[in-house]
């Protein structure tokens, strides 16, 4: 048993998938298939039950993932303590990105970053707000970028973004004509929701509820561009953040100010705060929080030419 075999064997657990897990640590199926089968082999136990296309953890495979898990977090710590000491300006950051924040603040942040720091390995991963913080909780990841609020209690973090949820509607549509609406006037409306893994999709169910209504849910999507094309082919009203509204076409969808309430849409990146930083990490928060404290302007959404593009095609 070494490392490497920890580290593919916690790779299928997580993915459930020895072909997904094959792809994140670069090597082939067959060989990530031989490693788990000489795992199993020399505990003594199957730690994976095959049966059928799924492949899922046994009991015994529950408990070697619990402290498979922290060995290679220990490990990794060991490894950055080291480098830290040598003074090695090298390293590797896994960071959390939810697809609507990631494509959106990071592309410019991760380019200069790599320019200053070219030996320090970036790992992204692409997954909404709460499974980052779990994430980052239990050591998987380094940091992670998550919709506010934060548990100050676990995370040490610095907001990037201070935006508010408007609403968008059909140019047809009753309310099109106001400069702004209160949520309570939506009661009877059919909404496009963020998909329930989104933070936004409980936040505004939340303020729905604190109102005395349960909103319509009538679509839900993982992809902010789909929820706007839904209500310009007038299917429904949906609220999203003012900033990914900027570039949307007034022509198809109208924007109104949400009042009483407004609806915060804050963003954070969060770090475990009791846990050991590497230097790596430490000079991404340093770097990341002077790039965005000098406004880094976000990547500005094109949905119409992205679309018209495609058509063309």
Not at 199 to 208: F, M, P, S
Not at 249 to 259: A, D, Q, S, T
Request: neutral net charge.
């Amino acid at each position: 048993m070494d490392i490497q075999h920890l580290q593919y064997f916690v790779s299928v657990a997580t993915h459930g998938s020895f072909t997904k897990a094959a792809r994140e640590c670069y090597v082939s199926q067959p060989t990530i298939s031989k490693m788990i089968k000489s795992f199993e082999e020399e505990l003594g136990v199957p730690l994976f039950n095959r049966a059928g296309k799924k492949i899922v953890l046994t009991d015994a495979g529950q408990a070697v993932f619990q402290q498979a898990q922290k060995t290679l977090k220990a490990f990794r710590q060991l490894t950055d303590a080291i480098n830290d000491v040598a003074g090695l300006k090298k390293g590797k950051i896994r960071i959390g990105l939810p697809p609507m924040i990631g494509s959106r603040y990071f592309p410019r942040v991760i380019d200069e970053f790599h320019h200053a720091y070219p030996d320090i390995k970036i790992q992204l991963v692409e997954d909404v707000t709460r499974k980052v913080v779990h994430d980052v909780e239990n050591g998987t990841l380094d940091l992670g970028a998550v919709v506010m609020p934060v548990d100050d209690e676990v995370f040490g973090h610095f907001s990037f973004v201070h935006d508010r949820l408007v609403l968008l509607v059909h140019p047809s549509h009753r309310l099109a004509g106001c400069s702004s609406v209160r949520l309570k006037q939506l009661k009877e409306e059919e909404f496009i929701f963020f998909h329930r893994d989104f933070a936004l999709h409980d936040q505004i169910i939340k303020e729905c509820l604190k109102l005395g209504f349960m909103p319509n849910i009538i679509y839900e999507s993982t992809q902010w561009d789909l929820i706007c094309e839904l209500v310009a082919s007038n299917l429904g009203v949906a609220l999203l953040p003012s900033t990914i509204c900027h570039a949307f076409n007034p022509e198809r969808v109208k924007i109104i100010h949400l009042e009483e309430p407004v609806l915060p849409w804050n963003l954070a990146i969060i770090w475990p705060k009791h846990q050991y930083l590497s230097f790596a990490v430490k000079e991404w928060i340093r770097f990341t929080k002077h790039l965005f404290g000098r406004g880094i302007p976000p990547a500005v959404p094109q949905p119409e030419e992205a679309m018209k593009k495609e058509s063309e095609k």
